[in-house]
């Protein structure tokens, strides 16, 4: 019986990989669940605009490293974040001026704007690869490793190794900044509260005197720093290539809807739910079980509840759990 | 009046029946566009040395020229690829085909076409091990090894080192799927365990849950039948970054410049092999196809080149352009006994066999047909030593 191995296996390839991928759903869903509480609409081109947004960080990262500068151990994407942000922003406010905004005067039904959504979807789509290209880009530098494997082997003589890439660490610390802060921002500042004002009740919120466009200009801008920080994390974390953040849209509304839609708080809870579940479940025990039980007690199968080939099925069965026995998600949203 | 017509249709028939003797045409029916289209022209010119060096000689079949006609074969679309064969075989009057390229459109283009026609079909480059029990009356080669074969290989070298267990994952695919078949059932004969066969999909972001899974299964050494551009190299990538492996054997798919450059001394230590041979007649036939205005290293030219060149041989050795008749002649002219002739000696064997002498072909590839008429094949085994590939042998 070795428990110690048996901790350091699970904590390497199940704990360590599903928080940072949690928090990067956390953050994507964040922005789709923002958009459905104050916008009321599921906003399809939301994967596209992650990419959109990874893609002007690249950019800016890559002139950022030609003209020499660079952030030391951690990545330069880092730097190029604000760069991001304002022209994801800048996009997101013209997509609204010239789409949504027609549709809102006109007080359409959500599904009309589900549509319209997914008519910019494919829009930003075709920009990405018309920018960057649909191959794979890497723009991470820096240190690649916290803790490599060599070097936790050598220091505390385990056989299985724990591993904490330079990336996984950020995503988290960023995600919980991000997090704070728009939690600080939505209940403690007047634009804040009256986004939710807006969101609880739309009626209300005018005769009490505030500004209808105001509050969806203000979202749009929260929500492409929310879909840029998502995109960039993730590129970095992972690899950036158009397709797979158009594949992220999935998991991010699995998230958001398993949470709750239009709750903050579940978006959080249902971007870790999603990503421990797909990690978890395609997890083989074996490894863990061969530490953790006593000798002669290892299991001979792979003790696996599903191959990794059924990895996207996983938030698919979660989704429909959630809407077939609570509709309105963990965390009581609206119900879809 | 009816007779007449009838009976000129018939003399006009005959004559173009017989008009089709001079010259042999051979069909060469490859994926000129598609996802081999990179590789189609030299394996198409490849051919066609073979085809342009025989005419000249005059020695084939007392003096006939060979006559080469293109078709697409698309490498995916079974349907185009079938409709152009059966427009070479009725409409341009082939004899025989260099082809195809792709595994699944070269089974179809066997099934659909070139068996109920009774055409010779030699494949330079179809591997999968599924087309060695196709149906097909003795009609189909291929100067490309069977990936059963490089099953073999695999396990050979996993146990001359002394490797006992092995993860194995592939690209999810026909190739991916048969290679990886094919290494499982090896090395389990040879009393190798494979902890875990499991299938990774191409162009991931993330590869962190398949490796997961590998890692947890255990094994000494990490087989991955992938593509080095693809998610073969994900995988690696994920196994380095997690330290769930740190030797790996690579198949043909990952073997190229492109996987030293990726992961350079991280994978030292770690082995593979991909087709490729020693013989002299490799650079004999390289030398000629810079001559010629082309470039012979890329992959299956010279097995493009010898499949023609077989064909061509088995004619003059059946004495006779009817494929009925010389397709029990390729296993002959490609194996010993007999003279071996290198790329640019076909005008000796054609002798040769013209004079009743027995030739073993042994061509730009080094040919040995075995089992039902593919290729031995000739591997060449590759280490990773201070991030640079080193060929330590060929088997």
Redesign the interface.
């Known amino acids: 019986m070795e428990p110690l191995n048996a901790l350091v296996a699970l904590t390497n390839f199940v704990i360590i990989p599903a928080t940072a991928y949690g928090s990067q759903l956390a953050l994507g869903a964040l922005g789709v669940t923002l958009i459905y509480g104050i916008l009321r609409f599921s906003n399809f081109a939301h994967g596209d605009t992650m990419a959109l947004g990874t893609t002007a960080v690249i950019l800016t990262t890559w002139g950022l490293q030609s003209a020499g500068i660079n952030f030391g151990p951690l990545p330069t994407a880092l730097l190029a974040l604000p760069v991001g942000i304002a022209v994801c922003a800048l996009l997101l406010l013209g997509t609204d001026r010239l789409v949504y905004r027609f549709y809102r005067a006109k007080k359409a039904v959500p599904v009309i704007f589900v549509i319209a959504s997914l008519g910019v979807m494919f829009v930003y789509n075709g920009l990405t690869r018309f920018i960057i290209g649909p191959e794979d880009q890497r723009f991470a530098d820096g240190e690649r490793f916290l803790v490599s494997a060599r070097g936790f082997r050598e220091a505390t003589g385990l056989d299985e190794a724990l591993v904490i890439r330079t990336t996984q660490a950020i995503t988290v610390v960023v995600a919980v900044i991000v997090v704070a802060i728009l939690f600080w921002f939505l209940n403690r500042t007047r634009t804040g509260k009256s986004m939710r004002a807006y969101s609880d009740n739309e009626d209300l919120a005018l005769l009490s005197g505030i500004n209808p466009e105001k509050v969806v200009a203000y979202t749009w801008l929260i929500v492409a720093a929310l879909a840029t920080i998502a995109g960039t994390l993730y590129g970095l974390d992972k690899s950036f290539r158009p397709f797979t953040y158009f594949q992220l849209l999935l998991p991010i509304f699995a998230a958001a809807i398993v949470g709750g839609l239009g709750s903050p708080l579940g978006a959080i809870a249902g971007g870790f739910v999603i990503a421990f579940a797909e990690v978890t479940i395609t997890y083989p025990l074996k490894a863990v079980l061969g530490y953790a039980l006593p000798d002669g007690w290892e299991p001979d199968g792979l003790v696996q509840l599903l191959s990794t080939d059924y990895k996207f099925a996983v938030s698919f069965v979660i989704l429909l759990i959630v809407l077939l026995f609570r509709p309105t998600g963990l965390f009581a949203g609206k119900s879809v | 009046m009816k007779k007449f017509l009838l009976a000129s249709a018939a003399t006009f028939a005959a004559t173009a029946a017989f008009a089709q003797d001079d010259p042999v045409k051979l069909g060469v029916v490859l994926g000129f566009t598609g996802p081999l289209e990179s590789l189609a022209p030299t394996m198409a010119a490849g051919a066609e040395l073979a085809m342009s060096e025989v005419s000249e000689s005059g020695a084939l079949l007392d003096g006939t020229s060979v006559d080469s006609v293109e078709a697409d074969s698309t490498c995916i679309d079974a349907a185009a690829a079938t409709a152009a064969t059966e427009r070479l075989i009725t409409g341009d009057g082939v004899v025989g085909i260099v082809g195809a390229d792709c595994s699944g459109v070269t089974g179809a283009m066997l099934s659909n076409v070139a068996v109920p026609n009774g055409i010779v079909m030699i494949s330079p480059s179809a591997t999968s091990p599924g087309l060695t029990d196709a149906e097909d009356n003795g009609l189909f080669f291929r100067t490309a090894p069977s990936d059963a074969r490089q099953g073999e290989i695999v396990t050979d070298i996993l146990m001359e080192n002394g490797v006992e267990e092995i993860a194995l994952t592939y690209t999810?695919n026909d190739y991916g799927k048969g290679l990886a078949d094919a290494i499982e059932a090896n090395f389990k004969d040879a009393g190798g365990t494979v902890t875990?066969a499991?299938?990774?999909?191409d162009?991931?972001?993330?590869y962190?849950?398949?490796?997961?899974?590998l890692?947890?299964?255990?094994g000494e050494v990490l087989v991955v039948a992938g593509y080095v551009d693809q998610g073969g190299s994900?995988i690696v990538r994920a196994a380095l970054?997690?330290?769930?492996f740190d030797t790996f054997y690579f198949p043909d798919g990952m073997v190229s410049q492109a996987l030293v450059d990726n992961f350079g001394s991280e994978i030292n230590g770690s082995y593979g092999a991909n087709p490729g041979t020693d013989s002299p007649g490799a650079q004999i036939y390289q030398d000629m196809a810079t001559e010629a205005g082309f470039d012979g290293t890329q992959p299956f030219s010279a097995e493009a080149y010898d499949a023609a060149s077989l064909i061509l041989l088995a004619m003059q050795a059946a004495g006779s352009s009817d494929p009925s008749v010389y397709k029990e002649y390729v296993m002959d002219v490609a194996n010993a006994p007999g003279e071996e002739i290198l790329p640019g000696e076909l005008e000796t064997g054609l002798q040769i066999i013209a004079d009743g002498g027995d030739v073993d072909f042994v061509g730009a590839s080094a040919v040995e047909l075995i089992g039902p008429g593919e290729s031995a094949g000739n591997y060449r085994e590759i280490t990773i030593t201070d991030g640079e590939l080193e060929v330590v042998g060929y088997r």
């Open positions: 999810n875990i499991a299938a990774h999909e162009g991931k972001a993330d962190s849950a398949e490796v997961g899974a890692s947890a299964a255990g994900g970054d997690s330290g769930a």
